[in-house]
């Protein structure tokens, strides 16, 4: 009755989202769109394009889910009932395990838990390797917890799913792996040694693929796996552990001072790993992306069970003849479960966060048009651009999406100009440069080797997937408008294009000092990059990468608002080319710095304000241009 009970809040939850932020017959979830594309590919093209595409490393939910679509249900439709089937799944599968060393009423308690679990909400939404793994580890320890032998029927399975689950998600089932690993080191163990070298050896090829998989990306972004904003406050611990925490540390606690079988040795391992590798965050940014998602693995029902179990064993046995404590530990069962019940709507309100459904209906509207419209012998490019700390990010989403609704198709993030020289965009933000790179190569990879060649594919810019939008002067006339918020190249114009264009305000680098986006009517990049500051001395600068493709001279040109105020310094990878001295003409003007030798490769421009004669230091800044003298 409990798995009934939590299996079906956990699918009326599901319902409940789509009801309040689905449209379009869309699946929620960032990562969603991406599994729409890769298993219509499966299912198009087979299992080897997914492989060729991705390589060999966390396939194994997309083939499955591709191996669906084959069968002729729409891959929209599938990546919106099958996490909600996986999800579901959940309460069964840790009440089992619990029902197997742990008995009736703890296992009950465990089924009542999980709807008050974070991740049954959080990793259904969108991390779908993740849940499938995470189904087939929780399969493979029921199999081992009741192994005595490595030959055993049940140790096999239970082996087999751990490396199914490996091929699944290589970052989850190594952190199971581990815990595994150390739970076999007690006593209480059910099988022989011998599975403990055999769990290791069943992850290894995956494990070695995953090592391959991380020196591309690191490769990709600079040698960096610092995607993230930053490391959890306390509120988003408080956040992912859920108000059912106290319980979970008394469990935790509980298992800490005593172990009765090797499941509870598998949860105090369990639950104290992924706090350690929660714990990590702060010790090195590189592991925040890992830090966050162990956190959401806290094995909370597992917890919550034991913690609620040891509570009731401690109110047993104080003995008293007073009616109001015993009237007390009558009623302390049913409390908790209350509580527990009570604690599910709260945390389905707290994950609700990754429930929202990361495209617009404009957006959705645009693709498919350029699903219908576009009928071109050559696959069409997308331009993709934003802030520099967003574009990566959003260029994957916005690539997914494409991906998933119009079908093949080539994109590349950032400038027109770059673009046309076959350069990716220099980006500082690790996943946005990984991104520019990935694009770029997959162009080249397509054959498109020069300027002739790419002008051959439509270049389409979406109103909605590009920033800064409306379009500037310098951008917008490369382009032709052939429906509402879709932009077609003008390939005879694009030909002649030979400069490097930035627009100030959304191509920085990194600034110091109150610098802002304002709306300017003089300025052609619709937004002035401006600062202000009349306070004790600060260096106010801020920079911009200009990608060279091949060595020569090189003139760079600024366009500024000329007033009154202290002198910009521009230097080029710390050399200075020149000031810039106001006239207070309040006119536009362009200031070029010509004759300037730059070697291929990427290069920084610094604009600085001095700091004499006022302590006033004002700037308003449009374009920057890179020309070849």
């Not at 499955?64 to 909600?84: K, R």
């Not at 966060?353 to 990361?358: D, I, T």
């Not at 694009?439 to 054959?447: L, P």
């Not at 300017?520 to 990049?525: F, K, M, T």
């Amino acid at each position: 009755m409990a798995v009934l009970a939590s299996t079906a809040f956990v699918v009326f939850a599901f319902f409940v989202s789509y009801i309040l932020w689905g449209h379009d017959g869309l699946p929620i979830g960032s990562d969603t769109p991406g599994y729409v594309a890769q298993s219509n590919l499966v299912a198009s093209q087979g299992p080897l394009a997914l492989l060729a595409l991705q390589g060999p490393y966390d396939f194994l939910y997309q083939l499955f889910a591709g191996f669906i679509v084959w069968t002729g249900i729409p891959a929209m439709d599938m990546e919106i009932v099958l996490p909600v089937i996986l999800a579901a799944s959940l309460p069964f599968l840790t009440s089992r395990l619990a029902l197997i060393h742990l008995g009736l009423r703890t296992a009950t308690v465990v089924a009542l838990a999980v709807p008050a679990w974070y991740a049954v909400y959080r990793i259904p939404a969108d991390l779908h390797a993740n849940l499938l793994a995470l189904i087939l580890i929780l399969a493979s320890i029921i199999f081992l917890s009741k192994a005595s032998s490595i030959r055993q029927t049940r140790c096999i399975a239970g082996l087999t799913l751990l490396g199914l689950a490996s091929l699944t998600h290589i970052e989850t089932t190594l952190l199971f792996t581990s815990v595994l690993l150390v739970a076999s080191l007690s006593t209480l163990r059910p099988y022989p040694s011998r599975v403990g070298y055999a769990i290791v050896a069943i992850v290894l090829p995956a494990s070695i693929l995953y090592g391959v998989h991380l020196q591309q990306i690191l490769f990709l972004t600079g040698g960096t796996l610092d995607f993230s904003s930053g490391p959890m406050t306390a509120s988003s611990w408080i956040l992912y552990l859920g108000p059912l925490l106290p319980l979970t540390i008394l469990g935790i606690v509980a298992l800490s001072a005593r172990r009765t079988n090797w499941l509870e040795v598998v949860v105090l391992v369990w639950g104290t790993a992924a706090l350690l590798v929660g714990m990590s965050q702060y010790a090195s940014p590189q592991l925040i992306n890992f830090a966050k998602r162990s956190v959401i693995l806290v094995p909370t029902p597992l917890l919550v069970a034991v913690g609620w179990s040891r509570l009731l064993r401690v109110a047993g046995n104080v003995r008293t003849r007073l009616a109001l404590v015993q009237n007390f530990q009558r009623g302390l069962l049913v409390a908790i479960v209350i509580v527990i019940v009570s604690s599910w709507p709260l945390v389905y309100g707290t994950a609700t966060q990754s429930h929202n459904l990361f495209i617009t209906t404009s957006q959705y509207q645009h693709l498919l048009w350029a699903s219908s419209n576009l009928k071109s012998s050559t696959v069409p490019i997308f331009m993709f651009n934003d802030l520099d700390e967003y574009a990566g990010g959003l260029s994957q989403l916005y690539d997914n999406w494409a991906s998933a609704i119009v079908g093949n198709h080539l994109s590349y993030l950032g400038s027109t100009n770059y673009l046309v020289q076959l350069e990716e965009t220099p980006f500082a933000d690790p996943i946005a440069r990984a991104m520019s790179t990935t694009f770029m190569q997959q162009i080249r990879d397509s054959g498109i080797n020069n300027t002739v060649s790419l002008l051959q594919h439509p270049i389409v810019i979406f109103s909605d997937f590009y920033r800064p939008f409306p379009l500037p002067r310098y951008t917008s006339n490369l382009f032709t408008e052939v429906s509402p918020g879709v932009f077609v190249d003008n390939p005879t114009m694009l030909g002649y294009l030979s400069n490097v264009t930035i627009p100030l305000f959304i191509g920085d680098i990194g600034h110091t000092g109150p610098w802002r986006p304002v709306p300017e009517p003089w300025a052609e990049s619709l937004n002035a990059f401006e600062v202000y500051v009349d306070k004790a001395p600060i260096h106010v600068q801020t920079s911009y990468y200009l990608n060279v493709a091949s060595a020569g001279t090189y003139t760079v040109s600024i366009r500024y608002w000329d007033q009154t105020g202290n002198n910009l310094t521009v230097t080029l990878d710390a050399r200075i080319l020149g000031i810039i001295y106001y006239n207070n003409s309040k006119t536009p003007i362009i200031r070029d710095f010509n004759g300037i030798d730059l070697t291929p490769g990427t290069h920084t421009v610094t604009i600085k304000i001095d700091q004499i004669p006022y302590p006033l230091r004002w700037a308003s800044l449009d374009y920057l241009v890179l020309s070849r003298s």
